[in-house]
Nanobody, 114 residues
Framework: VQLVESGGGLVQPGGSLRLACEVSGITFSNYGLNWYRQAPGKQRELVAG???????NYVDSVKGRFTISRDNAKNTVYLQMNSLKPEDTAVYYCHLVYNYRTYWGQGTQVTVSS
């Protein structure tokens, strides 16, 4: 099982980024996936999740600004991030629970700064 994130970078406050996480080694359409983030000196937190059926959930701090989605044909989950704030700066990780094991991607850095 592999999770590979892409799409991070440096963006100004108010800007947008789209993260992608391509998953291999599983029947992608059968599983939910999550995005977590970890800022320097802080605990890793759940940002958004999407079930196999497409139901979504978000942490309060990103509701209305971030959108999680999935493309089962591409084995990819996305995180569209709009109206970015400096406090969104963190390493973002894709997360999967499969066969009772937890899998993480390598992480992608998002920096929001002017």
């Amino acid at each position: 099982v592999q999770l590979v994130e892409s799409g991070g970078g440096l963006v100004q406050p108010g800007g947008s980024l789209r993260l992608a996480c391509e998953v291999s080694g599983i029947t992608f359409s059968n599983y939910g996936l999550n995005w977590y983030r970890q800022a320097p000196g802080k605990q890793r937190e759940l940002v958004a999740g999407i079930t196999w059926a497409g139901a979504t959930n978000y942490v309060d701090s990103v509701k209305g600004r971030f959108t999680i989605s999935r493309d089962n044909a591409k084995n990819t989950v996305y995180l569209q991030m709009n109206s970015l704030k400096p406090e969104d700066t963190a390493v973002y990780y894709c997360h999967l629970v499969y066969n009772y094991r937890t899998y993480w991607g390598q992480g992608t850095q998002v920096t929001v700064s002017s």
